[in-house]
């Protein structure tokens, strides 16, 4: 009975987001998303509505309660604290989550469970590295036709997996996530490298490593071409510019990424809400909501 209750006050408040009285329309609007998760399906009810202006309203709550939403799934993702590295593939389909809220993380994995699926196949005659570096970076970049967006290098949609692997295009640090992503599927030791200013990826190997660039299309590079790249962004070259990134490392840098797109289109409530969930995964521990938020 007080659960039939409480859900018919959350459709009596979603009524009210149209009341001539601005005042009321406002408390309504806080009470709806304070209530959070709970009101999003009626919420989404009245996005499908016959009522325009209540369309239009229960939209932007939606668009309050989401980010909130999405938080707690970043502290969840960082639960483990600082002593112990993130999930990528989780992280990066929280991402996603954020630019497109209604996109299904399970259609992603199985695009991502298909490609290595195919590209197994391929590899399973190769067993040098630099076959294996050859075969994959053939199969990404020329068969299926992944590359750098050097054209619209600052599109938001750069940096969702969903549209990466929807528009073989993305950022280097986005390709080289889908190059780490694929290998961990099939056992292979390929990991990220986050220089200053270029992201790229490297076949690990104790003595000599095989680096490789997935925004220009898997082309090889020397440790002398590494050193050139970091130093054309004008840094001073130091060795640990070519280690291995954290998976935390990578999501961050990916953040800022997308917080920066944000900032120079003017979008200030999403390049806040990014600096909020940078934050989260900065220091989870100081990042935790209260007893009386949670």
């Given amino acids: ?20 009285d601005e005042f009321v329309r406002n408390r309504v609007r806080d009470q709806l998303i304070e209530l959070g998760e709970d009101a999003l399906p009626f919420l989404e009810m009245a996005t499908r509505g016959e009522d325009e202006s209540l369309r239009i309203q229960a939209h932007l709550v939606i668009q309050n309660i989401l980010p909130n939403k999405l938080a707690e799934k970043f502290r969840q993702l ?3 604290g600082l002593s112990q590295d993130v999930d990528l593939e989780a992280g990066m389909m929280l991402i996603m989550e954020f630019g497109y809220p209604e996109s299904d993380p399970e259609e992603c994995r199985q695009k991502l469970d298909d490609l290595a699926q195919e590209l197994g196949g391929i590899l399973y005659a190769n067993t040098e590295p630099q076959q294996i570096v050859a075969a994959f970076t053939h199969f990404l970049f020329q068969k299926n036709g992944f590359k750098g967006n050097k054209h619209n290098y600052h599109n938001p949609d750069n940096s969702f997996i969903n549209k990466v692997l929807e528009n073989h295009t993305g950022l280097p640090i986005t390709l080289s996530a889908l190059c780490i992503l694929l290998a961990k599927r099939l056992n292979l030791p390929i990991v990220g490298v986050g220089m200053p200013g270029h992201y790229i990826v490297k076949y690990s190997l104790p003595l000599e490593p095989i680096y490789f660039d997935p925004f220009h299309q898997g082309r090889l590079l020397t440790k002398k071409e590494c050193v ?11 060795e640990h510019f070519l280690s291995q990134s954290t998976q935390r490392e990578t999501l961050i840098r990916m953040l800022n990424n997308l917080k920066q797109v944000y900032i120079n289109s003017n979008e200030t409530k999403k390049a806040e809400t990014l600096t909020e969930y940078i934050k989260i995964l900065l220091n989870p521990s100081k990042n935790q909501p209260s007893e009386r938020t949670r």
Avoid at 6 to 15: C, D, N, R, V
Avoid at 228 to 238: L, N, S, T, Y
């Fill in 1 to 20: 009975m007080e659960q039939k209750k409480a859900l018919g006050q959350i459709s009596s408040l979603i009524k009210l987001l149209t009341d001539r």
């Fill in 228 to 238: 050139k790249i970091v130093e054309q962004f004008g840094h001073q070259f130091e």
């Fill in 78 to 80: 960082t639960k483990k």
